[in-house]
């Protein structure tokens, strides 16, 4: 972009110093006489200009032309750095959203480990979440294996909060508006309704 800048400099300044020069020329020609006053005609006269006018609107053209090709040129670059960032921008969605997952799926195993059954189950429905809002979707069959059999344990009345119930429904719901949801529909709606069917809320909540 600087080189640009000083070329355009460098350009003008060359321009305008043979402007300068061709000026002091006819002026130094004119007055020391060389070739002779003539006298000019209307017809002459207007030829002249016509050309001159010619000129001048050929180096507008011209310069437009060479600006555009320009503006074109940068406005490429622009397109490139624009797709670079949305891919920069979602290949770093996906990396957050592979280390939600996987940090999920640990506390749920964690939470298995404390016998915290409904956080558990909680955690593993996050993990699930993030692996299907990713491109290649990881560890399906083992998180759904494992909120099977978190589902068939006892969980405690005072784990019934609301807001994990929240968390739960919201899970839910962004699982199901995945675009590969239908892939474990089936097994998945058996699993949540199981759920459903051992749902308390606390009444203090």
Same mark, same amino acid.
Request: proline share 1%; glycine share 2%.
């Given at each position: ?45 207007? *030829? ?13 053209? *011209? ?33 957050? /959203? ?9 506390? /749920? ?7 915290? $059954? ?82 308390? $809320?606390?009444?203090?909540?």
């Amino acid at each position: 972009m600087e080189n640009t800048k000083n070329k355009k400099w460098n350009l003008a300044h060359f321009c305008s110093y043979l402007s300068l020069v061709i000026s002091i020329t006819i002026l130094i020609l004119w007055c020391c006489n060389v070739g002779g006053f003539s006298v000019v005609s209307l017809d002459s006269f207007v *030829g002249v200009i016509v050309a001159l006018l010619a000129i001048i609107v050929t180096l507008a053209v *011209g310069w437009q032309i060479y600006n555009s090709i320009e503006i074109k040129s940068q406005i490429e670059k622009l397109s490139t750095l624009k797709e670079k960032l949305e891919l920069l921008e979602h290949t770093a969605k996906q990396q957050t /959203g592979k280390s939600q997952h996987l940090i999920s799926y640990i506390l /749920g195993n964690d939470a298995c480990k404390e016998k915290n $059954y409904l956080d558990a189950f909680r955690y593993f429905l996050s993990a699930l979440n993030y692996s299907m809002q990713l491109e290649s979707p990881l560890n399906v069959e083992p998180l759904l294996k494992a909120l099977e059999q978190t589902n068939t344990l006892s969980f405690e009345e005072d784990d019934f909060k609301s807001e994990k119930i929240k968390d739960i429904c919201t899970y839910d719901n962004e699982i199901r508006s995945s675009s590969c949801y239908e892939l474990i529909r089936c097994k998945y709606e058996i699993i949540y309704n199981a759920l459903c069917s051992k749902v308390k $809320y606390d009444k203090n909540d």
